[in-house]
């Protein structure tokens, strides 16, 4: 039986939605017992995840844009917020008062971007699209927490939790464009939805790492 584009994304993003005590970190700071330097940490990681995965989106635009034109919608979208992620994340990163010159990245928060590269180099277009949006749910999810959190708990001004406040903004033209790439791949009959789950499910469990690494911090 071939579902149709949007009960794909759905059923894939309920079915890989994360175990609510996978993430060690984000109760954390949901609850202001975090410290000032974890957040600095998490600024940090993200300072190296940001720039990774905006080039590993367009190298996957580049690499679809002649036989999957809507999936290279989709990454060119994804590289573009990215971009505007980066820019947003320096006055997080300020107001950690993170030090960017003597940090060192941790291996277990690495791993998530060095997957996405991975998935650039190797996945069908179409396969990571529905990987990738049943994994951004979980860290909209992440995220809308901790803006929140750094507002009533941490005192950060608007500014400083732009960078959260972006990633869990619903966005309806992401979604848009997630459904014309799947529904392209259904309707051509290259989506391989087995693989697309084993992508998505290597994902959350990377993404699941990124935390467990940071929450180890000081």
Known sequence: MTHSAPD???TTTAALAPDPEANPLVPRIAAGTASRTTLAALALEQTW???????AFEYLAVRSAAADP?????????????????????????????QETSYEPLPGCQAYPAYVAWLALNAAPADAVLALTANFSAWGGYCATIATALREHYGFT??????????????????????AAVE???DAGRLDEKRA?????????????????LSKTP
């Open 8 to 10: 794909l994304l759905r």
């Open 158 to 179: 608007d500014e400083a939790c732009a960078f959260f406040d972006f990633f869990a903004e619903p966005s309806s033209d992401l979604d848009r464009l997630a459904t």
């Open 70 to 98: 809507e999936a290279a919608a989709f990454f060119t979208t994804l590289a573009q917020g990215e971009a505007l992620a980066g820019e947003r994340l320096v006055a997080f990163a300020r107001a950690c008062g993170a």
């Open 49 to 55: 995840v940001i720039p990774a995965d905006r080039g």
């Open 184 to 186: 392209a791949a259904v």
């Open 197 to 213: 789950h084993t992508y998505g499910r290597m994902l959350q469990a990377y993404e699941a790492m990124f935390w467990s690494a």
